[in-house]
């Protein structure tokens, strides 16, 4: 098990050890991913949704790529981005990464306190490299710690979770 599955993996144990039954019956155990699938799930240019709270109280939702490192996952953007603004604000983010349809879909859903970064280490920078992903045009980055992850695998040896 590498430290990025460890890692994944003991952050959704602690997630779910908390979670109300609402939560634990909408995400049986037997459903849940391992940390190898959440690795693959959240691979290095994967794409989400990351959501921030607007200034004003209002959520804010935006496509994004991402790249673990270090236990956290990090966002390129670039300056001037609202979520920027509602960061400095709400320093808090959530994101929902999906794929898959029907008896193969699976979700992954993280939240946890984020901060503006004016560049990313150069572990990421080198992390998405490797992947060919590597976004030049990035001029901040967001480095969120999460606290929270849930996830969901209809198929938990369906085909997308074949590594990349």
């Keep these: 098990m590498t430290a990025d599955e460890a890692w994944l993996a003991e952050v959704q144990a ?14 049986p155990a037997e459903n849940r991913m391992s940390g190898a699938q959440l690795a693959v799930m959240l691979h290095p240019g994967a794409y989400g949704v990351l959501a921030t709270t607007r200034v004003d109280g209002r959520p804010h939702a ?9 236990e956290a996952v990090w966002f390129p ?9 509602n960061l400095a604000v709400h320093p808090w983010a ?3 990464v999906m794929r898959g ?5 699976a979700v992954v859903m993280l939240e946890g306190p984020a901060e503006v970064m004016d ?10 490299a490797r992947y060919g992903r590597e976004p030049a045009w990035a001029t901040a980055w967001i480095r969120m710690t999460p606290e929270k992850i849930l996830s969901y695998a209809a198929s938990p040896d369906a085909e997308l979770f074949r590594r990349r």
């Design 77 to 85: 953007t670039i300056s001037g981005a609202v979520r920027l603004a």
């Design 94 to 96: 959530s994101l929902v």
């Design 101 to 105: 349809d029907g008896s193969d879909h």
């Design 62 to 70: 935006a496509p994004t790529s991402l790249v673990l490192q270090d």
């Design 119 to 128: 560049s990313a280490a150069a572990e990421v920078a080198s992390a998405a």
């Design 14 to 27: 602690r997630s779910f050890d908390r979670a109300t039954p609402a939560t634990t019956s909408s995400f």
